[in-house]
């Protein structure tokens, strides 16, 4: 028979299955042109106004519990802290719409699919804490941190590179700042993975 889920672990399933599609979305969607970054930016903010509605039903569902799972802040925080992930992409989407960058470069992508491996991770982890596996969600909170070293040496190399080749100003503002967006959406994943070895270490 199967194993029936409490309604957080369903809820938190839902908040990890929003940010997956969106981050697979934010990693495959092809922009071409300026009327591609609009609906690259919209769609984005879709998914980012579909996990803050994820988010407002874990929050209702916390009040309303007498007994839950695990502790109520680590519910919580777990699903704030991939929300904070959702809003990281939404909000680089938008960076890209305003400064109007149809190209993303080499490094832009290395950001994306790091970050999108640190989601996958994430989505797993996610999953397994549902079915009370939490032994096995360490190997995937050390893997989402493996990427967020990565980002942190993309960054140096991505502003050193910048800086020795980007002749316009305002172009090294505009890229640099993306850099920056990307980063802090690795460290909004290696909040995710403490969260969850947070959770392992009371729960285990």
């Not at 199967?2 to 997956?20: P, Q, R």
């Not at 903010?45 to 009040?63: A, F, M, P, Q």
């Not at 190399?157 to 505009?174: A, G, M, T, Y």
């Given at each position: 028979m ?9 809820l938190l399933n839902?908040i ?22 609009k609906?690259?930016a ?7 106004s ?27 925080s ?5 929300d ?13 719409e305003?400064y ?10 290395k ?16 999953e ?10 360490r190997e995937?909170a050390?893997k ?11 960054l140096?190399?991505?502003?050193k ?13 505009q890229?640099?700042?993306i850099y ?18 947070t959770i392992?270490m009371?729960?285990?």
């Amino acid at each position: 028979m199967a194993k029936k889920h409490d309604k957080f672990s369903i809820l938190l399933n839902h908040i990890s299955v929003n940010l997956k599609e969106s981050s697979q979305f934010f990693t495959d969607y092809k922009l071409k042109n300026i009327s591609d970054l609009k609906i690259f930016a919209e769609k984005m903010k879709e998914y980012e106004s579909t996990g803050d509605t994820r988010v407002h039903e874990v929050i209702k569902e916390l009040n309303d519990a007498f007994i839950t799972p695990i502790e109520r802040e680590d519910i919580l925080s777990l699903a704030m802290c991939m929300d904070d992930v959702l809003d990281g992409l939404e909000a680089t989407a938008a960076l890209f719409e305003m400064y109007s960058i149809t190209q993303a470069d080499d490094f832009m992508k290395k950001f994306v699919d790091a970050i999108h491996e640190s989601v996958l991770e994430i989505d797993k982890a996610v999953e397994l804490l549902s079915n009370k596996k939490l032994q096995q969600i360490r190997e995937h909170a050390i893997k989402i941190k493996d990427y967020e070293s990565q980002c942190d040496n993309i960054l140096r190399q991505s502003i050193k590179h910048l800086f020795n080749v980007e002749k316009d100003p305002i172009r090294i503002i505009q890229y640099k700042e993306i850099y920056e967006y990307f980063e802090d959406i690795a460290d909004n994943c290696q909040t995710v993975a403490n969260t969850l070895e947070t959770i392992i270490m009371k729960n285990a």
